[in-house]
């Protein structure tokens, strides 16, 4: 009979689902992202540290080896992950510019400031800096608990007994999953102060992160205060400069330092873009001097401000920037092997190190006695030994084994087994009466020792002076001076007027939507366009007037014509300049001239830049819409229903309503019939277009009651129509046929021909 078969397992898919991303979320939380709260590292850093130094012997007097040897060690041993993430982790551990204080000395390329990527790991080489070893030194001294490694066949510490605050020092940026955090570095000398203070005071003072790229922070205390009590906050950074005078009254700026993490090499060439589209009219040129500091200089036109220039580059380019702070690390637990993710403040940083250095100072006092008890007890039974050295010898001799004189040595002199044995061990030339006085004097010496160490474990407050003239001796070792400068409220004024060119231009838009800006045009039809394309508009003006587009969707877009693309090419979409929805189209297009101290009428004739608003189901309404700048969004004028768009946006010249539709049909009426809208709005019916004949709408205008105005056939012609010839009647009629042949495509005034 044959074995049944086995019987699946069910599981909701859903409740399985979300354990294992559960399980897998706080893996990665606790395992890989974040760094611990007392020694600041993610576990792979932690292991490349404990690998080097404990395992290579790779501390700051040795002699490099090559990093592929050092990644080995790390993966075959603890992190049992890829060996590139695990370099990447080790270079950047290297990095000056991006730690303050590097943990790791590299010898070869690791990377720059350029973003160029360091070189393989089997070309570089590398060991542990002196400052890395503050961390290691009390490994050997029961300081932290260890952990099996991942195939428990070793062990590894699960944080590393530091003797600096690395989490402070050098911050941490990484992305969890769910969460992630951005820790920014500081100035080690302010670090020891605040924290030696923060041992007899509950409050602290910092002046803030100290970036190892330099720049300067533009904060005010205030609000650095809010960052550092909340966990989160934003610190505008932005790099430093000074201005450097040639012959012949030549001026460059040079900018000698830049926001930490931003890549050297892509500012540049931001900078020379700016330039070269002539949005930064006070510089011509930009070049990188850079060599081990950073040097950039910027030409200066003649009579140019300096300061204007820098103005427009903070603003436009990652020269100045903003780092996110998110003090999130993870927290002990009752489970050494686990920590708990938790957003802190500045003061608990401080207080977690300092609770974790007495803990590490106590536990390497106590390991310290352990070993000077274990040594007194040694030096106990030597002592009794060394005023009967020849009744001692005798038992030797005539003992028949090993055992049988440990047996009669602790007979004799009242020994046990460990200091029978460790006699035994001794040397003939260590019983010579000169290191018979050495032995006693160490004796004496560890005694002294193990009062002090007894006295410094009975007393915390007397361990707590130990903790601050360690702290402050590492200060003075390994501290250094601020590199990023304070400049809270030393912003310079942005004027955007101050970056355009005053010069004569035609915006040049085509049927299809691209849009282009040329210095003159002097045959219209002879511009470039798209297979297909056609004009759709010309409109002359100069570098400082705005262009406005209204699209089919009822949204207003305004921007300055030195913002159009210059071009004797095709142009740009107006898709790739504005965010313009999905199948949305530009309706119309006008320049608001700029005059003076202010603009001049929004559209030719126009006083008071009011419009009137038509969409192709008959719907219309009067508004004066703001034409002051907008972003790439634009600005809702209009609602327009559902399979329905405007067809026309013209200036209210008159009050003289005429509507005209494809088919041809027109309706005249007085302009007090429209509504005008405060606010976007669908308006009322203008003229009923036919549903039988599927008629739409193609334009309205609003003109003087003698006027004449242009219909334009599908076939671009152009016939003049007097406000006369059209059929008067109230809005929302039908209207009646006007043009008998061909159709109207859309209607416009006098002024616009050509």
């Not at 938790?342 to 003061?347: D, E, G, H, K, M």
């Not at 004189?405 to 200091?419: E, G, I, N, R, Y």
């Not at 229903?641 to 027109?666: C, F, H, N, Q, Y």
Request: a positive charge; hydrophobic letters at 40%.
């Amino acid at each position: 009979m044959g074995q049944a078969a086995s019987t699946p397992l069910e599981a909701d898919l859903r409740e399985a689902a979300e354990e294992r991303y559960l399980s897998y979320a706080l893996s990665v939380i606790t395992s890989r992202a974040l760094p611990d709260v007392r020694d600041g590292l993610k576990p792979v850093q932690r292991r490349i540290l404990y690998a080097m130094y404990q395992n290579l012997r790779l501390t700051a007097g040795a002699r490099p080896r090559k990093s592929a040897a050092v990644v080995g060690e790390v993966l075959g041993k603890y992190h049992p992950h890829g060996d590139q993430a695990a370099y990447e982790a080790m270079v950047r551990l290297a990095q000056p510019f991006a730690l303050r204080y590097p943990l790791v000395h590299g010898e070869g390329n690791f990377g720059s400031l350029d973003g160029d990527s360091a070189a393989a790991m089997r070309y570089t080489e590398a060991r542990v800096t002196a400052l890395a070893e503050e961390m290691l030194a009390d490994l050997g001294a029961g300081t932290v608990t260890l952990r099996a490694n991942y195939d428990a066949t070793l062990e590894e510490p699960t944080v590393l007994p530091t003797a600096i605050p690395q989490l402070l020092m050098n911050g941490s940026t990484s992305i969890a999953v769910g969460m992630a955090t951005n820790i920014p570095p500081h100035n080690l000398r302010e670090i020891v102060a605040a924290l030696t203070a923060m041992i007899d005071e509950p409050d602290l003072d910092v002046k803030g992160p100290d970036f190892p790229t330099g720049g300067e922070m533009l904060n005010s205390k205030r609000e650095l205060r809010q960052i550092y009590e909340s966990g989160q906050g934003a610190i505008r950074l932005r790099g430093t400069y000074k201005l450097e005078t040639l012959p012949r009254g030549k001026r460059q700026i040079i900018i000698h330092s830049i926001p930490y993490t931003v890549n050297k090499a892509e500012l540049v060439e931001q900078i020379a873009q700016v330039i070269v589209s002539r949005k930064l009219p006070q510089v011509t040129d930009v070049r990188d001097e850079s060599t081990g500091d950073v040097r950039i200089v910027l030409e200066l036109k003649a009579e140019a401000s300096p300061e204007t220039a820098l103005a427009y580059l903070y603003k436009h380019t990652p020269l100045q920037t903003n780092f996110n702070v998110n003090l999130t690390c993870l927290l002990p637990t009752a489970n050494p092997a686990v920590g708990q993710p938790a957003r802190v403040t500045l003061r608990d940083l401080c207080r977690q190190f300092l609770d974790f250095r007495m803990t590490v100072v106590t536990r390497r006092l106590e390991h310290e006695k352990r070993q000077l008890e274990s040594r007194l007890h040694i030096l106990e039974g030597l002592a009794k030994i060394y005023d009967d050295l020849d009744r001692a010898i005798r038992i030797i001799r005539k003992a028949e084994s090993r055992a049988d004189a440990a047996k009669q040595l602790c007979a004799a002199f009242k020994l046990d087994q460990v200091q029978a044995d460790a006699i035994l061990e001794i040397r003939l030339y260590q019983l010579a009466r000169l290191e018979i006085e050495k032995i006693r004097a160490e004796r004496t010496e560890k005694r002294r020792r193990v009062k002090e160490i007894e006295g410094l474990l009975a007393r915390p407050r007397e361990r707590w002076k130990l903790i601050r003239q360690e702290l402050t001796a590492l200060g003075e070792k390994y501290g250094d001076a601020r590199r990023t400068a304070l400049a809270a409220g030393d912003d310079l004024s942005y004027d955007p007027e101050a970056y355009i060119v005053h010069e004569e231009a035609t915006v040049i838009l085509s049927r299809d939507g691209w849009l282009k800006r040329v210095r003159e045009v002097k045959d219209p039809t002879a511009t470039r366009l798209r297979e297909g394309d056609a004009l759709a508009a010309v409109l002359p003006g100069t570098t400082r007037d705005r262009l406005v587009l209204f699209s089919t969707r009822g949204t207003v877009y305004v921007l300055r014509v030195a913002d159009v693309p210059a071009t004797t090419g095709y142009g740009e979409p107006v898709q790739s300049l504005l965010k313009f929805g999905d199948g949305e189209r530009v309706a119309a297009a006008r320049l608001v001239r700029e005059a003076g101290d202010g603009p001049q009428a929004a559209l030719p004739g126009l006083a008071e830049k009011t419009v009137i608003v038509a969409t192709a189901k008959g719907y219309g309404f009067r508004a004066t819409p703001d034409l002051s700048e907008t972003t790439r969004a634009g600005r809702r004028v209009a609602r327009v229903g559902e399979g329905d768009e405007i067809v026309s946006i013209e200036p209210v010249l008159g009050t003289t309503v005429v509507v005209a539709t494809r088919r041809g049909k027109m309706l005249r009426f007085p302009l007090e019939e429209v509504v005008e809208l405060a606010g976007p709005g669908r308006g009322v019916i203008l003229m009923r277009p036919s549903k039988e004949d599927d008629d739409r709408i193609v334009g309205a205008l609003a003109l003087p009651k003698d006027a004449t105005f242009i219909a334009v056939t599908p076939e671009g012609g152009e016939r003049r129509i007097a406000l006369g010839e059209v059929p008067a009647g109230r809005r929302a009629g039908k209207g009646q046929k006007v043009v008998k042949r061909g159709g109207v495509a859309g209607v416009k005034r006098m002024d616009e021909m050509g």
